[in-house]
């Protein structure tokens, strides 16, 4: 019932920016933390960076200085803004955010369905 749905990727040349967007939509009471992983080809899943719903912020060393974690709690919407932007960080991304259905539920984690992030020449 609760839906993510990412935006935004594409080819960009190597030093080049890129912003993803994540808006969520459904059942929502409230959304905690949001975050964007990314996952490489044959590799993990890793986190880049994470944003509590009050604007506090974590980022993976590899993207510190270079990505920015964002929010717009009224649209329920994350956004990454990548600057200086390297061919490792090639991956599909995938927006994270752990919401509540309502005053009693639980919190859960909800994933989108990814978008690819291409740096090359």
């Known amino acids: 019932q609760v839906h993510l749905v990412e935006s935004g990727g594409g080819l960009v040349q190597p030093g080049g920016s890129l912003r993803l967007s994540c808006a969520a939509s459904?059942?929502?009471?409230?959304?905690?933390?949001m975050a964007w992983y990314r996952q490489a080809p044959g590799k993990e899943r890793e986190l880049v960076a994470a944003?509590?719903?009050?604007?506090?912020?974590n980022y993976a060393n590899s993207v510190k200085g270079r990505f920015t974690i964002s929010r717009d709690g009224a649209k329920n919407t994350v956004y990454l803004q990548m600057n200086s932007l390297k061919p490792e960080d090639t991956a599909v991304y995938y927006c994270?955010?752990?919401?509540?259905?309502?005053?009693?539920?639980?919190?859960?984690?909800?994933w989108g369905q990814g978008t690819q992030v291409t740096v090359s020449s």
């Open positions: 944003i509590t719903r009050y604007g506090l912020t």
């Open positions: 994270n955010a752990g919401v509540r259905t309502s005053l009693l539920a639980d919190e859960n984690n909800y």
């Open positions: 459904g059942t929502i009471w409230s959304i905690n933390d």
